[in-house]
C-alpha cells in the first residue's frame, strides 16, 4: 500500500492521514485520502464517479454527496476551489482528474497492478495511444524549423532603478524581478501583468539571486546571499536557501522561511522542481571552482547529490517542468560547453557541444533556460539572445540590430519572453587630489562607456577604450583631438590593454589574439597557441603576460611579442598579474591575495590581501596601486613594503587606470539603466 506521495509541492503522508506544505500538516479524513491515491494513480486521466464510489467506499452505503465532499476536502488543503479547479477538475456527468505532477515516494507502488483489473483492455489502447503521440511529438520537436524572429518590443518597467532576473509566473499572469537601488539595495518585485500594479514583495533589501517559481505560482524560491560588508574580513559570506508565499507577499504580508542555511558554502541557481524539492549548484571546495549538483528535499531537510559524472564545470543549471529533466551547461578543456539533459537521478537523456559563431568569443559562456514546450533553450550571447537547440545550435532570435539584452525569460505560452535591456555610462578623466579628498574632470565626455585611459610613455597622446562606434575599440586624445584608432571588425574582446614601454605601439585583445596596434592603426598579429583571455600590463619591452582560461583554471602564460614562443609559467587561479623588476612577478589569485614570485620561490604579500576591489591594479615604478571595496586609493610599496592610503574617492569611481608625474586618470561610472522589456512576434 502507497504510504506518501508528492503531488507537485504538496507530500502526501498516507500513514499519517494529512497532506504537508511549508512545513504546515492539514489532516485529511481517510476516505478522502483514498480518493486522492486513486486520483494520482491516473493523473490526468478521467475518473468516472462510479469508479470512485466502487474503489473507495467499496460496498458501503453513503450519501450521494458523499464524493463531493471528499473532493471539496481535497480542494481546500491545496488551496484550490471548485472555480478554479487548478489541482483537481470535474468533468461534468463523466467525473474527476488530477491536473498535477505526481512523484510516487515509493517507487515500487509504480509498478503495482491497477486499481481497475477489469479495464486493462482499455489502459493497453490507452498506453499505445500514448506511444503514437510520443512519436508525433518526438517528430515536431526534432525536425528542422525556421527559426522564429521576434521583433515587436513593449516595455514592462520604467523606473528610475534598475531592474533585472525576470520571471513570468507558470500561468502567465504575473511577472517577478530584482530591482536595485544602491549599493546593497536590492529587492524583490512583482508586477501584474494585466493592469500593471507593481508590488515590493521582500520587506528588506539583500543580495537575492534569481528567482524560480514553484510549480502551482504559489511559492517564490531564491538564495539570500549576506556578505554586504564594506571589509570582507570583518564578515563571512553566507548563503541561505529561502521562499516566500506569493499571495501573502502581494499583499503585503511577506514572511521570507528559510529552508536551508548553506552557511559558509556558495551556492547558487535555485531551481524548482515539480514535485515540490528545489534543485541546486553548490561550492562545498571555492578553492576548485568546482560545484555540485545537489536537491534539496524540505520534507526530511536534506540536501542529495545528483550524479553528474562528467568532464568539466557545471555553470549553468534549468529544469524543464514539461519534461521533468533537468539541464545543465559545463565547461571542458579547450573551452568547450556541453549542454546535458537529464533525470533526477543523473541519467542522461541529451547531450551535445554548444556550436559558437565564428564572431563569438572562445570564453563565451551560455546561461540557459528551458523553453516552456522543452524543445530548446533561450540565452544570451554579448548582448544578444539566442535559441539553443538541444543539439547545440544556436539562432538568433531578434533583428540582428537589436543589442544590450540580457537574462532572457520565456513566457509560458512561448510567443514572448522578457529580457534585461540597458547599459551603463562610464567616462575617463583627471583625478584632483586635495589633502585626502579627490575631484573628477572629465575630459572625453559621450553617453556611452569610455574605459582605462593611459598616457602615452614618452609622448603626448593618452589612449582609452570606447564604445561610440558601437564596438569595443581603441581611440587616441591629441590635445583637442579625439579620434578612432582601430576598426577591428568585432570589436576588441576586452577593456585590457597597454601601450609598449616606447610608446610606439599598443597591445589589444583581438578575438582571444594578441595584436599590435600600431599608432596609423595598422596591426600585427603574435601568433601563440593560447587563447588569451586577459592582457595584463606591458612592462618589459619584448615580452607580455596573459591569462588564458585553461580547463577553467585561469593560468598565466609569458609570450614572447618578438617570436610568439609561450611559456607556461605554472601560476593558476590568478585574476591580475605584472612583471616587476628582475623578471619577478606580483600577482592576485582568486580569493583576492597577492603574491610575489622571485627566484622560483613565492611569498604572500598578506598586507595586501582583500585590497583589491575588481581585479585592476596599476604598477608604476616600484609601487603597486589599487582600490578597496571602501574606494579608498591605496599605494603599496615593493621595497619597504609600506602600505599607505593615497584618498577616499567617490564610491562611483571604478579604477585608477594611470599616473604620469602629478597626473591621474582614472575611470567612473556615471549612470545606466537596465529595464525589463517584452520580445513578442508580430
Not at 307 to 336: C, P
Not at 592 to 618: D, I, P, R, S, V
Request: hydrophobic residues 35%; charged residues 20%.
Amino acid at each position: 500500500m502507497t504510504k506518501a506521495f508528492w503531488v507537485n509541492n504538496y507530500f502526501i503522508d498516507v500513514s499519517r492521514n494529512q497532506i504537508e506544505h511549508q512545513q504546515q500538516a492539514m489532516p485529511i479524513p481517510p476516505k478522502a485520502l483514498k480518493v486522492l491515491e486513486v486520483l494520482a494513480s491516473r493523473a490526468g486521466e478521467v475518473v468516472s464517479h462510479d469508479e470512485l464510489m466502487d474503489i473507495v467506499w467499496e460496498n458501503s452505503v453513503v450519501g450521494p454527496n458523499t464524493l463531493q465532499r471528499a473532493i471539496a476536502q481535497l480542494r481546500k488543503a491545496f488551496g484550490d476551489d471548485s472555480k478554479r479547479q487548478a489541482f483537481i477538475k470535474t468533468h461534468a456527468k463523466k467525473g474527476y482528474s488530477l491536473e498535477a505532477n505526481v512523484r510516487w515516494e515509493n517507487i515500487e507502488t509504480k509498478q503495482t497492478p491497477p486499481l481497475i483489473p477489469e479495464q486493462s483492455k482499455l489502459r493497453k489502447n490507452g498506453l499505445l495511444f500514448a506511444v503514437i503521440t510520443l512519436a508525433i511529438l518526438s517528430l515536431i520537436i526534432l525536425w528542422p524549423s525556421k527559426p522564429v524572429i521576434y521583433d515587436q518590443v513593449t516595455p514592462l518597467t520604467a523606473s528610475d532603478e534598475q531592474e533585472y532576473n525576470a520571471a513570468y509566473s507558470p500561468d502567465g499572469k504575473y511577472l517577478v524581478f530584482n530591482r536595485f537601488v544602491g549599493q546593497c539595495e536590492s529587492h524583490l518585485w512583482a508586477k501584474d501583468l494585466n493592469n500593471n500594479q507593481e508590488q515590493r514583495l521582500s520587506i528588506k533589501p539583500g543580495h537575492y539571486s534569481q528567482l524560480s517559481w514553484s510549480s502551482d505560482g504559489s511559492q517564490l524560491a531564491f538564495v539570500l546571499q549576506s556578505n554586504c560588508s564594506d571589509t570582507p574580513t570583518e564578515i563571512k559570506q553566507c548563503w541561505q536557501l529561502q521562499t516566500l508565499d506569493f499571495a501573502h507577499a502581494w499583499n503585503g504580508n511577506a514572511n521570507n522561511k528559510l529552508r536551508y542555511d548553506c552557511a559558509e558554502i556558495k551556492t547558487t541557481h535555485p531551481t524548482w522542481l515539480n514535485d515540490g524539492r528545489i534543485a541546486l549548484l553548490q561550492y562545498p571546495e571555492p578553492e576548485s571552482n568546482q560545484p555540485e549538483l545537489v536537491i534539496y528535499d524540505a520534507v526530511s531537510d536534506q540536501i542529495s547529490q545528483v550524479s553528474h559524472d562528467h568532464a568539466g564545470r557545471i555553470y549553468s543549471l534549468d529544469y524543464s517542468r514539461k519534461l521533468g529533466l533537468l539541464a545543465t551547461v559545463t565547461l571542458g578543456s579547450e573551452n568547450a560547453n556541453v549542454v546535458r539533459t537529464l533525470t533526477l537521478s543523473g541519467e542522461v537523456k541529451s547531450e551535445a557541444e554548444i556550436k559558437r559563431h565564428e564572431s563569438h568569443s572562445v570564453y563565451e559562456r551560455f546561461s540557459i533556460k528551458f523553453a516552456p514546450d522543452g524543445s530548446h533553450f533561450i540565452t544570451d550571447i554579448e548582448g544578444k539572445i539566442y535559441r539553443l537547440d538541444l543539439d547545440g545550435k544556436l539562432s538568433l532570435m531578434h533583428p540582428v540590430t537589436h543589442t544590450g539584452l540580457w537574462t532572457p525569460s520565456y513566457h509560458p505560452d512561448q510567443t514572448k519572453f522578457a529580457v534585461t535591456y540597458g547599459t551603463k555610462d562610464f567616462d575617463i578623466g583627471y583625478l584632483t587630489l586635495d589633502g585626502e579628498q579627490a575631484g573628477f574632470d572629465v575630459f572625453s565626455r559621450s553617453t556611452v562607456p569610455d574605459i582605462d585611459a593611459k598616457f602615452q610613455p614618452g609622448g603626448d597622446l593618452i589612449a582609452f577604450v570606447s564604445f561610440r562606434s558601437g564596438e569595443r575599440q581603441l581611440w587616441l586624445k591629441d590635445n583637442n583631438k579625439t579620434y578612432q584608432l582601430t576598426k577591428f571588425e568585432q570589436g576588441l574582446n576586452s577593456t585590457r590593454y597597454d601601450w609598449a614601454p616606447n610608446g610606439k605601439s599598443l597591445v589589444v585583445n583581438v578575438n582571444n589574439q594578441i595584436a599590435l596596434v600600431n599608432l596609423d592603426g595598422s596591426y600585427q598579429i603574435v601568433e601563440s597557441p593560447v587563447a588569451a583571455r586577459l592582457v595584463l600590463p606591458w612592462t618589459i619591452s619584448h615580452k607580455l603576460l596573459v591569462i588564458d582560461n585553461q580547463s577553467d583554471q585561469q593560468q598565466l602564460f609569458d609570450i614572447d611579442l618578438n617570436t610568439g614562443e609561450t611559456a607556461d609559467l605554472n601560476i593558476q587561479n590568478v585574476s591580475w598579474a605584472t612583471y616587476i623588476k628582475d623578471n619577478q612577478i606580483v600577482y592576485v589569485d582568486l580569493q583576492g591575495n597577492f603574491w610575489l614570485q622571485a627566484n622560483n620561490e613565492t611569498q604572500a604579500l598578506t598586507m595586501l590581501n582583500q585590497k583589491l576591489e575588481g581585479n585592476y591594479a596599476l604598477p608604476i615604478g616600484d609601487n603597486i596601486y589599487g582600490l578597496d571595496l571602501k574606494a579608498n586609493f591605496w599605494r603599496y610599496n615593493l621595497t619597504n613594503h609600506k602600505l599607505e592610503t593615497v584618498a577616499t574617492l567617490d564610491k562611483d569611481t571604478s579604477y585608477i587606470s594611470d599616473i604620469k608625474g602629478d597626473k591621474i586618470l582614472a575611470t567612473k561610472f556615471i549612470g545606466g539603466r537596465r529595464e525589463l522589456v517584452e520580445y513578442s512576434q508580430r
